[in-house]
Structure formats: structure tokens, C-alpha cells
């Protein structure tokens, strides 16, 4: 999730651990805690682009890093606050704000390697990284908290708002079941046949939902609104492994690759060939010249080819809004 949501929620566990211990400190270890699994975004700043984007959510969303750095912070956190707070509850308050930092993160698209160092990334893709609905009920609650002094209230208005998020949180992967169940019905009255598909919500909303599915030749895109009356429909995209070829044993293309988990096309404009990253959908669904969320052009240095990714202007944000605001309306 964003950085402001994880700020949010580590307070929320903090206050949970230790507000009476520690009563509006809380919001200070709580966001630093909660803050700290995303500093794999600086260490990327002095990475090669494409690895940065390789260890985003890698070996700093890991349990295992968590279980050796809980007790080092938890013995910083105890020596602080020396008379407040115990080396076990510490311990015990940072462990929490970092899981449940990675716990958040694995509803999301891009998932988490929380069994670092190994490879998979769980992810339940069920809701978007930006979710005011989610984030809202948590900073009302930590309002009252914050102004709050009399312990009982501060647990109470804390707990209401960990329920309401978390509650919306449930309720966005019975929604994505139904969306997947709706994609499946479709293609199946289709006579599509797939090998693969994956269903995930658009931009700050759970109403309306994206779909890549998988077949022998091509990729197909697709969205579906709750409040849709008509039949779900799909975009193909040939996965053109004849263009793919030509990027063979390009370290920049391997690397992607990984990163994509495989849901990727190679796409040529004037001789330039592009990597794109299908999970993250479209800006915009040009039949003749779409322009996906996530693109790399392969540029020319020296004998080989490397990988740089398209710059995204706000205009093109402004439009994928727009597109998405009138789209869950219904088709």
C-alpha cells in the first residue's frame, strides 16, 4: 500500500501493543516502524532501475528479517523509553508493525516475497495500492486517539477503526471472487479456452475490476463493473514471440520478465521495441497504438540493448480517472 496507509496502520498496531505504555508515542514509533519495510524504495535509488524494481517488496518485506530486527529495535525502543516500556514489548510492538506492513502489502497486485529468499511473491490482488476506503476509517480513529487521553477510549476508537478497514479489506476479497466468477462464466459462454488468469481491482475503487487471461497465443484483457448490465467482452494482444526473440539472452528482458511473473508482451513502434508489463493494465485501450500502464523501451548502447521505462505525465493519469470514474458506471 501507499506510504501514508502504512504510516497509518503501523500507529494503529503500535497503539494497539503499547498506547498505554507509551500513550501518544505511539505515533511516532508507529510510523517509523511502519515505514521502514519501504525503505527498499532508497536503496533502489542507487540501483540500476530495472534491479530496483526487482528488490521492490524483496528481502525488507521478508519474516525472516523481521524476527532479527525486531529484538535489536525493540532493545533501542526499551533503552528510550526506559521506565515506559519492556524489551519484550517492544520487541513485540516492532515485529507487528512490520508484519502487518507486509500482511497489507500482500492484498495488492505486486504482492510481497515474505518468504525471502525465496522467489514467490504472494500476492491476493484484491485491492489497489492507493484505497481511501481503507485508509480513511484508520486516520478518523487515530484522530480521536491522538486527542484522546483516557486509555479505554483510546483502545476503543483505536479498535473501530482497525475493524472498519480491516472489515473492508475482507469484503474486497469475497468481491474479487465474485468478479472472478463473472470473468470465468464469460469466458466460459465464449467457448474461450485459457491457461492462466488473474483478476484485480482498477484504481481506488473495488467496483470495477480488471482481467489478463491467458492463452496459446495471445493475451486477453478485460473489465467488468458491478453495476454492468451488458456481457463481458475481451481485447487480444498476440504475445508476438517472434519479437520476443530478438531480445534473447538481453540480460535487461530477463530481468523483467521476473519481475512480470511472466504476464508481459513485446510490442515494435519505428523499429524500437517495447516491453510491457500487462498486470498493472492500460492507460489507454487504443486498438491501434495502446499505451500500457508499465512500458520499457529497449535503447541502443554500444552492442547491446537496455531497458528504460516510458515516463508517465500526469495528463496520463488524469485520463486513466477519468476513463475508469465513467467505466464503473456500468457498460
Keep these: 500500500m501507499d506510504s501514508f496507509t502504512q504510516i497509518a496502520l503501523g500507529i494503529a498496531i503500535a497503539e494497539v501493543c503499547a498506547g498505554k505504555k507509551l500513550k501518544n508515542k505511539t505515533f ?34 521478508s519474516i525472516f528479517l523481521f524476527l532479527i530486527l525486531s529484538p535489536i529495535l525493540g532493545w533501542f525502543i526499551s533503552k528510550i523509553e526506559r521506565a515506559k516500556i ?51 476509517p484508520l486516520l478518523i480513529a487515530l484522530l480521536w486517539v491522538w486527542r484522546t487521553k483516557d486509555p479505554l477510549l483510546r483502545k476503543k476508537y483505536n479498535y473501530k477503526g482497525l475493524i472498519f478497514s480491516t472489515a473492508y479489506l475482507i469484503l474486497s476479497c469475497f468481491i474479487k471472487l465474485y468478479a472472478l466468477h463473472q470473468f470465468e462464466k464469460a469466458l466460459l459462454n465464449q467457448g474461450i479456452h485459457y491457461s492462466e488468469i488473474i483478476v484485480k481491482p482498477t484504481p481506488l475503487n ?21 453495476f454492468d448490465t451488458q456481457p463481458i467482452s475481451f481485447v487480444a494482444y498476440n504475445k508476438n514471440k517472434i519479437l520476443e526473440s530478438k531480445l534473447t539472452r538481453n540480460t535487461d528482458f530477463e ?52 531497458a528504460v521505462e516510458v515516463p508517465k505525465s500526469k495528463r496520463d493519469g488524469k485520463r486513466l480517472l477519468h476513463k475508469i470514474f465513467n467505466r464503473l458506471k456500468g457498460n
Design 86 to 136: 519492556s524489551f519484550i514489548l517492544a520487541t513485540t510492538m516492532v515485529f507487528w508493525c512490520l508484519l502487518t506492513h507486509v500482511l497489507l502489502d500482500m492484498f495488492t497486485s505486486w504482492g510481497t516475497q515474505i518468504l525471502w529468499p525465496l522467489d514467490h511473491r504472494f500476492a491476493f490482488k484484491t485491492i489497489f495500492v492507493v484505497d481511501p476506503l481503507y485508509t480513511i
Design 28 to 61: 511516532l514509533y508507529g510510523a517509523i516502524l511502519g515505514t521502514i519495510p519501504d525503505l527498499d524504495v532508497v536503496v533502489g535509488l542507487f540501483l540500476n532501475p530495472i534491479d530496483a524494481v526487482l528488490i521492490h517488496r524483496g528481502i525488507s518485506h
Design 206 to 226: 473495488l467496483i470495477l475490476w480488471n482481467a489478463n487471461v491467458a492463452t496459446t497465443n495471445s493475451y486477453l484483457l478485460s473489465n467488468y463493473s458491478l
Design 255 to 306: 530481468k523483467l520478465k521476473k519481475a512480470s511473473e511472466g504476464w508481459y508482451i513485446i510490442s515494435r513502434k519505428k523499429e524500437t521495441l517495447y516491453f510491457n508489463d500487462l498486470r498493472f493494465g492500460l492507460l489507454n485501450d487504443n486498438p491501434v497504438n495502446p499505451q500500457f500502464a508499465f512500458s520499457y523501451q529497449f535503447i541502443a548502447n554500444n552492442s547491446d540493448l537496455n
